[in-house]
Structure formats: structure tokens, C-alpha cells
């Protein structure tokens, strides 16, 4: 079972950065898409970006020009560098993978969450 492994989140003040890494562990053959949601209290979970194993990248609107997601295959890792952080941005952030190809296909796996807090 292969699993997706979060770390970067923390508390940062507005207008810093943050990075965000997510390390899929197992003997991996191929990953697809990868991509980072988040959801913050109260509202629904949604899309902050995705890159495909090609490296073709989509952004919300919200983190356009801002975020940067990337990926590094051999390492099955996908980042996401945050600048110009703002309150708004506060949520649990999760790492996404639309099919990962081990023995078996593992379709739809999620990490356990980081949180990002945006604050003065």
C-alpha cells in the first residue's frame, strides 16, 4: 500500500513563504497526476494545484502567480512552493495522487494533511 507522506506546514506571517513536500513511499513503477488541495474550517476541500508526469501544471485562480507546484519523478515527490502568503490561505493542505502503479493501480490516495496557518 503505498502511502503519501506530508511535511513543510507551519505557521508563517503574511506576505512569507512556505514549502510544502509530499514523498510517495513504496516500490512505485509509475505515479500520474499529482496535485496539492486544501481545505480550510468550514468550507470545502478544493484544488490549489496539479502536475502531471509530464510536468503540465494548473492552478486555482486564488494561487496563480504565487504558488509553484513541481515534481521530482525519481523521487516520486511533488513540492509546492508558497510566496505572498495571505490569511486566506489558512487550511489543511493535502497531497493527491490520481493513480499510482505498484504491483497493483491504487487510484485517488491522499496524504494525512498539513496544516498551514497564515498569521500575524
Known amino acids: 500500500q503505498v502511502q503519501l507522506v506530508e511535511s513543510g506546514g507551519g505557521l508563517v506571517q503574511p506576505g512569507g513563504s512556505l514549502r510544502l513536500s509530499c514523498a510517495a513511499s513504496?516500490?512505485?513503477?509509475?505515479?500520474?497526476?499529482m496535485g496539492w488541495y486544501r481545505q480550510a474550517p468550514g468550507k470545502q476541500r478544493e484544488l490549489v494545484a496539479t502536475?502531471?508526469?509530464?510536468?503540465?501544471?494548473n492552478y486555482a485562480d486564488s494561487v496563480k502567480g504565487r504558488f509553484t507546484i513541481s515534481r521530482y519523478n525519481l523521487k516520486n515527490t511533488v513540492y509546492l512552493q508558497m510566496n505572498s502568503l495571505k490569511p486566506e490561505d489558512t487550511a489543511v493542505y493535502y497531497c493527491?495522487?490520481?493513480?499510482?502503479?505498484?504491483?497493483?493501480?491504487?487510484?485517488?490516495?491522499w496524504g494525512q494533511g498539513t496544516q498551514v496557518t497564515v498569521s500575524s
Open positions: 493527491h495522487v490520481d493513480r499510482i502503479i505498484t504491483t497493483v493501480v491504487q487510484l485517488d490516495v
Open positions: 513504496g516500490s512505485i513503477s509509475s505515479i500520474n497526476r
Open positions: 502536475i502531471t508526469s509530464g510536468k503540465r501544471t
